[in-house]
Structures are given as C-alpha cells and as structure tokens.
C-alpha cells in the first residue's frame, strides 16, 4: 500500500489552510465560525480525494468547497450575528449622500478617474486594500455584501435567509457599496503609492 501520495495530497491540502481561513473569515466575521469551516473544509477535501479531478488548481477546489460550508455557517449561525440598529449610522449615511449628490441623483463632482478597472482586477496589492476596506464595512452591511457578491447569493435567498424586505436589502448593499467606493477612492485610485 502506497501512502506517500495520500500523505502527499493532505500536506498539499493543509498548506492552503492559512488562504481559506483568512476567506472565511472575512465571509463570516467571526473567527470561531471560520475555523469550524475551515476545518469542514479541510475533511471533506480528506474524505474524498478522487473528488479531486486536476480540472482546477488544488486551491480553487478547496475554496469551492469553503464557499458551501461558509453558506452552511451562515445559515446555522445567522440568527446569532449582532447586527447594528439600522438607523445607528443613517445620520452618517444621509449627510454623505447630501455631500456627494446633488437632488437630482447625479455626484456632485466627478468620481476619480479608476483607470482600466480590468488590469487593475489582477493586482495583488489592490485585493489586499479591497480586502482591508471590506472588513471595515459594518458588520450588517458587509455580510451582506459578501452574501450577494463573493458567494453569489440571489437577492431572493438573501432576503428569505435573514429576513430581509427587497427594499432594506437595496438600501444596505448601496451603503456597502457606497462605502467601498470611498475607501477604494482614498486607498487605492487617488493614491499613487498603493500601487
């Protein structure tokens, strides 16, 4: 019996640990949560190997997986998430729209220009600053943007999921937006040195 290659594939396996628990985490915002994942993760990949095909690399695979256990935990564990009250921050929210929009719904100043987004997309520097601005999103807010756009969630499940009116799910996912923006404006576009 050959043991080399299983033992092979599992050091193969756990040196991806550290990159799918800083996904989780930023996905769950908690670190219990996250290991859990993680964990699950690492087992299921374990458990069946021959799952594993080579039609990808070793670590798309394994983020496949985490992306189901990250949705798993957040419907196990979505009652238990402290959200902020929604009128906590709409003070804050309501002076910045003033700031940046005229009535008409237009920006008040043109946003900076943002280059060839594309050949940004594949700079490692501007996924660390997208990483940081996104765990500075309240808490509500980046869960649910991390639902709808990294995980790829529909609307619908989100809403049914946590209770959400189609509305109110608007309104946060536009001040998550809103929010990334100016924090991708300040650190990454108009900052010559981030790059």
């Not at 374990?46 to 189901?68: D, M, N, Y």
């Not at 005229?102 to 501007?126: I, M």
């Not at 790829?152 to 946590?162: F, G, H, N, R």
Request: charged letters at 25%; aromatic letters at 8%; hydrophobic letters at 40%.
């Amino acid at each position: 019996m050959n043991t080399t290659l299983p033992d092979a594939f599992a050091q193969q396996v756990a040196s991806h640990r550290d990159y799918l628990l800083r996904f989780a985490r930023l996905q769950l915002r908690n670190d219990s949560w996250a290991e859990d994942a993680v964990s699950e993760t690492l087992l299921a990949a374990l458990a069946k190997p021959q799952a594993f095909e080579s039609r990808s690399q070793l670590k798309t695979w394994l983020v496949g997986i985490l992306k189901h256990k990250v949705i798993d935990a957040l419907r196990l564990q979505g009652r238990e998430v402290s959200l902020s009250p929604q009128n906590e921050d709409a003070g804050a929210d309501d002076l910045l729209d003033q700031a940046l929009f005229v009535p008409d719904g237009h920006f008040t100043e043109q946003p900076a220009d943002w280059g060839n987004p594309e050949q940004e997309l594949g700079s490692r520097q501007f996924f660390v600053i997208l990483e940081a601005c996104t765990s500075k999103l309240p808490a509500a807010q980046g869960r649910l943007f991390l639902m709808r756009e990294w995980l790829e969630l529909s609307s619908e499940e989100i809403c049914k999921e946590l209770g959400l009116s189609p509305t109110n799910l608007y309104v946060q996912l536009h001040r998550a937006r809103q929010r990334l923006r100016e924090c991708l404006d300040l650190n990454w576009f108009s900052s010559p040195q981030a790059r």
